[in-house]
T-cell receptor
Framework: EAGVVQSPRYKIIEKKQPVAFWCNPI?????LYWYLQNLGQGPELLIR????????DSQLPKDRFSAERLKGVDSTLKIQPAELGDSAVYLC??????????????FGQGTRLTVV | GDSVTQMEGPVTLSEEAFLTINCTYT??????LFWYVQYPGEGLQLLLK?????DKGSNKGFEATYRKETTSFHLEKGSVQVSDSAVYFC??????????FGEGTQLTVNP
């Protein structure tokens, strides 16, 4: 069974440019998460989807970040415009069910963004 | 708010040594507790979990016991191997809320 697939694995852009990350969750998983991981720190939730609905986006900086999950499967996270401080690893995860207690969240390998 | 505090790393051990990585938490209610592991070049993987007080999670020789009285969930392994070298994250989910991670502890095991 394929795991969570993210692309690209690495991205280098100049500040003020837009960037987009793509995530394909495990087939059948209705819950999808986007996390931000700064160097030397633990992941922090940006947004959580239940099917196509964003149910927790309180930590998403909505002035420059946006996300969508059309048809409740693949998801795209966008930053426009990017700032130097956005350099980090962006992780996507999926699970079946949303409470995380009796379901395991499976993570992709992440996209490492460098803004120069 | 809800938070997780892990012992500072990095931790360097020799093969077959005993491992303890401390984790304490602050949360309202009765959270579920997790340990995730991130091997070099790979994504985060769930290592073990415990959903109520006094539960012991175990996997691959690792163990952690949910201690409500000390709000702790320390990770232990009796004999580490070189292949255990990775970053370990303690995490919690308070009732009905988001998965919150600690800062991670880098473990290096030398042969």
């Amino acid at each position: 069974e394929a795991g969570v697939v993210q692309s690209p694995r690495y991205k280098i852009i100049e500040k003020k440019q837009p960037v987009a990350f793509w995530c394909n969750p495990i087939s059948g998983h209705n819950t999808l998460y986007w996390y931000l991981q700064n160097l030397g720190q633990g992941p922090e939730l940006l947004i959580r989807y239940e099917n196509e609905e964003a149910v927790d986006d309180s930590q998403l900086p909505k002035d420059r970040f946006s996300a969508e999950r059309l048809k409740g499967v693949d998801s795209t996270l966008k930053i426009q415009p990017a700032e130097l401080g956005d350099s980090a690893v962006y992780l996507c995860a999926s699970s079946f069910g949303g409470d995380g207690v009796n379901t395991e969240a499976f993570f992709g390998q992440g996209t490492r963004l460098t803004v120069v | 708010g809800d938070s997780v505090t892990q012992m500072e790393g990095p931790v360097t051990l020799s093969e077959e040594a005993f491992l303890t990585i401390n984790c304490t938490y602050t949360a309202t209610g009765y959270p579920s507790l997790f340990w995730y592991v991130q091997y070099p070049g790979e994504g985060l993987q769930l290592l073990l979990k415990a959903t109520k007080a006094d539960d012991k999670g175990s996997n691959k020789g690792f163990e952690a016991t949910y201690r409500k009285e000390t709000t702790s969930f320390h990770l232990e392994k009796g004999s580490v191997q070189v292949s255990d070298s990775a970053v370990y994250f303690c995490a919690l989910i308070p009732s009905g809320s988001r998965l919150t991670f600690g800062e991670g502890t880098q473990l290096t095991v030398n042969p």
